[in-house]
């Protein structure tokens, strides 16, 4: 292959038309281990009851418990928002008056079962995309340049004493000797035989991404709990997963679904675009039609829950309650502590500037990688796990899965045991705080809170470092000159 030549790929409309890699019998073993350890935890352990009454796992808008009562009002025919006990859509009493509350814990455990399908077929789809990737190979001009800078600065380091003698408190940066050739020393981790500058990839193993999933200790523990926002989850997994199939009316239709059921996905509707678009840039033509399908979609849902209630209520009482957090129960956000200590006066104004950062990056992240769509995603995921009014370690149980998706990544990010060594201690100290605050009364609300800062840092630290690897391989990928180099400063 000669220098400057350049490896072919299809174009974006086509990226997705790609190869997809079959999903072996292994997901199937994957799913159905999921299932069979959440039925043996519900049937031979406490773990369902204790989970149901954690506030790290369930919150005032996600509680079983509180939609059984709402259920209780809805039949014996009283408005179920009344006492401000239940708030959560009032499509959800629908489905459970007419399924067995007996039979609840088995429908979240298939809709758990549901959200790991459609994240190994995701990952699958990510496979082809990133296959799919263009990597350009060094350039016989770019070579030359790095060597003329080479040459530049070997003659500047010689002649600076005799005709730059005058010019020493100047400084002359420029490229070594060694840059023009990586070699095999200055290379990190493994690379592309076919080019020597290019970092080998891991295979995307979509029953390994399911696994993620199904066998994180933080989905098990939303499952037994019976969280309702699991229903939220699949909407959005699938919502993307039908986007990036190029199916408009069933993507825009769970993403509404998921709208609907917890406000934040709405944010998702960016990348879903884009995934309508195959990665380009979105016509104003599909951006104003994924627009109209999902208003439509989310108009017929608060259609039908009117026609269900016969009362408006629910929309102050559902998006209301998460948009205004009148309810300040601990759990593992930021929102509780700080609203409880601050003064009424200023309540609404940090409202909205807490509420604005969930939603403000969605921009920036656009612009900079539009390119990159399931990227996007991952990273609104992360930050609606961070800013949402009313988190659990569900929404961590969501985007775990996702960074699994995007481990070509891994190799760039710098603090991944110290995000991971702070999730851990969060996890084991969160509920040892909080028993002793609440029932011990040995602590204070201080030694809780402080846990939640700690899971926000990280995930803070997360968020940055994933986006930081992604700029790097980004880099990368379009500077094949400079991939490998060694750049040193010289100082005269």
């Known amino acids: 292959m000669s220098g400057n030549t350049k490896r072919r790929s299809p174009p974006p409309s086509a990226t997705l038309r790609a190869r997809v890699p079959s999903l072996s019998g292994s997901l199937g073993a994957a799913i159905a281990g999921g299932i069979g350890a959440r039925l043996v935890l519900l049937h031979f ?12 796992v369930v919150t005032p808008v996600t509680s079983f418990k509180r939609l059984k ?9 009283v408005t179920p928002y009344e006492g401000g006990v239940y708030n959560q859509a009032p499509l959800l009493l629908a489905l459970f008056h007419f399924l067995p509350l007996e039979l609840s814990p088995y429908v979240f455990i298939l809709v758990d079962a549901l959200i790991a399908y459609f994240l190994a077929k995701l990952a699958a789809l990510k496979s082809a995309v990133r296959d799919a990737e263009e990597w350009p190979t060094r350039s016989e001009t770019g070579a030359k340049v790095l060597a003329e800078s080479a040459a530049k600065a070997r003659s500047v380091t010689v002649d600076g004493a005799g005709s730059n003698a005058g010019k020493t408190d100047e400084t002359s940066a420029a490229v070594s000797g060694a840059a023009a050739a990586p ?7 493994e690379l592309e035989a076919s080019d020597p500058t290019r970092p080998r990839d891991q295979a995307i193993t979509p029953w390994l991404v399911a696994i993620a999933y199904l066998w994180s200790p933080y989905s098990v523990l939303a499952c037994l709990a ?3 926002l699991l229903f939220s989850h699949v909407g959005t997994v699938a919502a993307v997963y039908f986007s990036a199939k190029k199916n408009r009316v069933l993507g825009l239709m769970f993403l509404a679904a998921s709208t609907y059921l917890s406000l934040y996905p709405a944010m998702l509707l960016i990348p879903c675009a884009l995934l309508l678009s195959g990665g380009s840039k979105p016509s104003t033509s599909t951006v104003f039609s994924a627009v109209v399908l999902f208003v439509t979609f989310a108009a017929a849902l608060l259609g039908l829950s009117y026609s269900l209630v016969r009362s408006w209520d629910f929309l102050d009482a559902t998006y209301g309650f998460i948009i205004f957090v009148p309810d300040l129960t601990p759990n593992i956000g930021l929102y509780w502590y700080f609203f409880i200590e601050m003064f009424d006066q200023f309540r609404t104004f940090f409202l909205l500037v807490f509420q604005i950062l969930a939603f403000i990056f969605s921009v920036p992240l656009t612009i900079r990688f539009g390119s990159h769509p399931l990227f996007i995603t991952l990273s609104m995921v992360l930050i609606i796990a961070i800013f949402k009014s009313y988190p659990s370690v569900s929404d961590t149980a969501l985007y775990i899965p996702f960074i699994v998706m995007h481990q070509e990544l891994l190799k760039y990010t710098r603090n991944t045991y110290f995000v991971f060594m702070c999730l851990a201690y969060a996890t084991v100290l969160s509920p040892l705080f909080y028993d002793l605050w609440i029932y011990a009364g040995s602590g204070n609300s201080n030694f809780f809170y402080a846990i939640t800062l700690v899971i926000g840092l990280s995930q803070v630290i997360l968020a940055i470092d994933i986006t930081y690897a992604m700029v790097r391989r980004e880099w990368e990928r379009r500077n094949p000159e400079l991939r490998r180099a060694r750049v040193e400063i010289f100082h005269q």
Request: charge should be negative.
């Open 45 to 56: 352990s406490p773990l369902a009851q204790i989970a149901a009454n954690r506030i790290e």
């Open 69 to 77: 009562e709402g259920l209780f009002l809805f039949e014996n025919g």
């Open 183 to 189: 070699t095999a020393e200055a290379a990190e981790g």
């Open 226 to 228: 019976q969280s309702t």
